[in-house]
């Protein structure tokens, strides 16, 4: 079928025109509005719908607003325990199926809606989805409830493409990294502790497809004391606001933690081993990240305080696409940086890499993995672009508009047949929003080297304390359903004048279920 595209050309009068001869028109200066609009008639479900439809037209604007005009409309209604969904061009009927609901429960009714959404968009843009209907980040933790619940690896594989129409290879890779997580996790008394995440804010610059609480330290440096006397105040009241759990593991993020120099940092990771009981802690990272964020005598301040895995992120060892995202360092500072790491000590070194990043190919990502494969870190994580509304990549994107990486799918192929011969294990798997091709970000590990944080707060699988600007706290009740969030402010001066407002919100969901959750 093709698909009619109303555009705008200034020396023209309106006129439709066929979405194969987009790029075409894109190079001679049309201007063309695209948009799909959902009309929802006695059912809910908005963000699913949206969610999907977005994943067929990741390059169309989706709306629920009925006063803009629309060439394309898709139409979802229920009556009578019926579904009907109807997609129509132009006021033109397009194409329309229903399916019966014989099921009262909300999920099971929402899993026959996505499964007839998916069959409709996908018979009109003749795709398919590798995830299938799958449009949350966390495509695991569904086939980790079946299997804590005794179900067979063949029946959760059986579910994962009748319930949610996933593809054979990313049902395997499901399978693969929920087994490693099951194993590592019965390993660790997780129900009966928490965890502790703290937030550094600050970096060298900001790059250009980030879209965190981050605040460049040229600009900032002058709030970078205050900011940890109030984060200390916070530290304070961490300390005993679980006290009949364990703590498991600490994380540093950002951000980027080594912004901060060797004193404060130093500072900063004494206040927590004397704050926190560490007997039972079995990872102890901090993220950092930034090569030119790093010295060696921060890499000697975090092996002597206990900092037991670290990560330095290249995100690609090409030069020209590190300027092109704002990375103010070289990819010679990489390998330095790395090789004095290995000098003092630390002996579980993740490393970052993003694909689809603007410009590369993928010789350009086989260049990368074959760098990196020259230094061996002990875990990589494969991180797939995602663009987020924040980010400058989305604000200025007219600015990169031929720039966009080309086959990101093939990218991940690279990928992943590079970790299987380096014998790097997929260990834990999440998804975003306006992510490259509708793909996944996985992190691999060397036996024995897998990041449990990662593990942990994916799965939502125990409390997160979540300390610092932008950190939110993740409350998970004993059951393992019920999860209850608390948000720290993003803006680090606001940050440090509310502290105390982060505190109350923390100790108002561990006060009102004091028998559940401390």
């Not at 924040?390 to 200025?396: E, M, P, Q, R, V």
């Not at 680090?492 to 009102?512: F, G, H, P, Q």
């Amino acid at each position: 079928m093709q698909i009619g595209v109303k555009c705008e050309r200034r020396a023209l009068s309106h006129k439709y025109l066929y979405a194969h001869r987009l790029s075409s028109l894109v190079q001679i200066g049309v201007k063309c509005e695209i948009m799909i609009q959902i009309k929802l008639i006695n059912i809910d479900f908005e963000y699913d719908i949206q969610s999907l439809t977005k994943a067929f037209f990741p390059k169309e604007d989706i709306t629920f607003d009925d006063q803009k005009e629309a060439e394309r409309v898709l139409a979802v209604s229920y009556d009578k325990n019926q579904i009907g969904i109807s997609f129509s061009e132009n006021g033109i009927p397009i194409l329309s199926k229903s399916d019966t609901v014989l099921d009262d429960e909300r999920r099971n009714q929402k899993n026959v809606l996505k499964r007839l959404l998916y069959s409709v968009l996908s018979e009109v843009t003749k795709q398919t989805l590798q995830w299938g209907t799958l449009t949350g980040i966390r495509p695991t933790k569904l086939a980790m409830e079946k299997l804590e619940q005794g179900e067979t690896l063949d029946k959760i594989e059986s579910f994962m493409y009748d319930q949610y129409l996933c593809s054979k290879e990313k049902t395997e890779l499901c399978m693969d990294i929920v087994t490693r997580e099951h194993r590592i996790l019965e390993e660790i008394d997780y129900k009966n502790g928490y965890s502790i995440y703290i937030g550094i804010p600050f970096c060298p610059s900001t790059c250009l497809y980030c879209s965190f609480a981050s605040y460049s330290l040229e600009r900032f440096s002058h709030l970078v004391d205050d900011y940890i006397d109030a984060l200390f105040k916070e530290i304070e009241y961490a300390k005993n606001a679980c006290p009949n759990k364990r703590l498991t593991t600490v994380y540093l993020g950002g951000g980027t933690p080594t912004t901060l120099n060797e004193e404060q940092l130093e500072r900063l990771l004494i206040k927590i081993r004397e704050e926190f009981d560490f007997t039972h802690v079995k990872e102890f990272t901090v993220e950092a990240g930034r090569p030119d964020s790093i010295t060696r005598d921060k890499l000697r301040i975090l092996k002597e305080q206990g900092v037991t895995r670290i990560s330095i992120n290249p995100q690609t060892m090409k030069q020209e696409t590190l300027d092109l995202i704002g990375r103010k360092h070289t990819v010679d500072q990489i390998r330095e940086t790395f090789a004095i790491a290995r000098e003092e000590g630390h002996d579980n070194i993740n490393m970052d890499i993003i694909i689809g990043l603007p410009g590369e190919s993928k010789e350009d990502v086989e260049n990368t993995l074959l760098e990196i494969d020259k230094l061996s870190p002990d875990s990589l994580t494969v991180h797939t672009l995602a663009i987020k509304r924040a980010a400058n990549l989305n604000i200025y994107k007219d600015q990169y508009s031929g720039l966009e990486a080309k086959d990101v799918s093939g990218m991940l192929d690279v990928c992943f047949e590079y970790t299987k011969k380096a014998d790097y294990k997929p260990y834990y798997l999440y998804r975003q929003k306006n992510m490259a091709e509708n793909l996944e970000n996985i992190g691999y590990a060397r036996e024995g080297k897998e990041g449990i944080y990662n593990i942990l707060i994916m799965e939502e699988k125990q409390t997160i304390l979540a300390l610092g600007a932008g950190a939110a706290s993740k409350f998970v009740f004993p059951d393992g359903y019920r999860i209850e969030r608390a948000e720290n402010v993003k803006s680090v001066t606001d940050y440090i004048a509310r502290v105390d407002e982060m505190i109350e919100r923390k100790e108002k969901v561990l006060s009102e279920n004091a028998k559940l959750l401390r």
